[in-house]
């Protein structure tokens, strides 16, 4: 592989991945493909499923699918910014009555209202919906609060690379 680096290094990344595939297995090369329904068995009422997003990945497609096929009332949506806490509250407090889902876009532009979510999706004086849930989108951030980190189940969505990759991903979220 130092070889190919040197003479080709458009090609080192090709090399690399034979080499992983021969020794480890081509169980090692295939790229991670979790669904929305496993994603949604491992969140829990008080615990969210944060998305990291990248160059156009939006997650709401999928949340809205998988809603309809659990035959779920459409998720509230709250794109956060200047002056839409209230409003995102609002919408969990429902939720933890009514049992829908919430989805919180955007969420990097918020990060003081990120850092309360800890302290409200554990209430004292509060019973949770078991099936509520909260979805978070946001681009990473140094700044986002640790503590709801390590609390959610974290997703990057990220664009398939290759052309298999590609169409199993189409395959996968198209037909039932």
Known sequence: MCLVRCLREDRTLIASEMYIADTLGPEYIEPVTDTI????????????????LSAGADPTGM???LARKKKLPQPSQV?????QEKEA????????ISGNWVILNNCHLALEYMAELEV???PKDKEIHPDFRLFISAEPSKDFPLGLLQM?????TEPPSGMKAGLSRTFN???N
């Open 173 to 175: 979220t198209m037909i």
């Open 89 to 96: 509250q609002a919408k969990i407090d429902a939720g933890f």
């Open 63 to 65: 949340i809205d699918e």
């Open 152 to 156: 959610a189940v974290k997703v990057t």
């Open 37 to 52: 329904a496993e994603i949604w068995g491992e969140s829990m009422p008080n615990r969210p499923v944060l998305f990291l």
């Open 120 to 122: 409200i999706l554990n």
């Open 79 to 83: 794109s956060m910014g200047e002056g």
